[in-house]
């Protein structure tokens, strides 16, 4: 069974970092890409960023690109979100997912996580 877990969310001052960590675990993922999509409170969920496993290109919705980074350790099956610069609409549950590429991997995912809750917030 395919698992995901994530850590690291929490409270965070407007201008303030954290980084996001996902354990992937029950499956080869060399052909998936790991990525992170959120959701706020009254929105839609979105995806935020993704990496394939395979060749390493990340991808990255506008709203994030240039102060979040996404990265991998495929020895460890680990996906990480670096954020930095965070603004109260950054406030949002978290999760992790794991994709086959039948979509693109910032529209859907075959798996998901539990989520993490981070609040950017003064």
């Known amino acids: 069974e395919v698992q995901l877990v994530e850590s690291g969310g929490g409270l965070v001052l407007p201008g303030g970092s954290l980084r996001l960590s996902c354990a992937a675990s029950?499956?080869?993922?060399?052909?998936?890409?790991l990525g992170w999509f959120r959701q706020a409170p009254g929105k839609e969920r979105e995806g935020i960023a993704c990496?394939?496993?395979?060749?390493?290109?990340?991808y990255y919705t506008h709203s994030v690109k240039g102060r979040f980074t996404i990265s991998s350790d495929n020895t460890e099956n680990t996906v990480y979100l670096q954020m930095n610069s965070l603004k109260p609409d950054d406030t949002a549950v978290y999760y992790c997912?794991?994709?086959?590429?039948?979509?693109?991997?910032?529209?859907?995912?075959?798996?998901w996580g539990q989520g993490t809750q981070v609040t950017v917030s003064s």
């Open positions: 997912t794991a994709s086959l590429w039948r979509t693109p991997c910032l529209v859907g995912a075959e798996y």
């Open positions: 990496i394939s496993s395979s060749d390493g290109t990340p």
């Open positions: 029950g499956s080869n993922f060399d052909d998936y890409a």
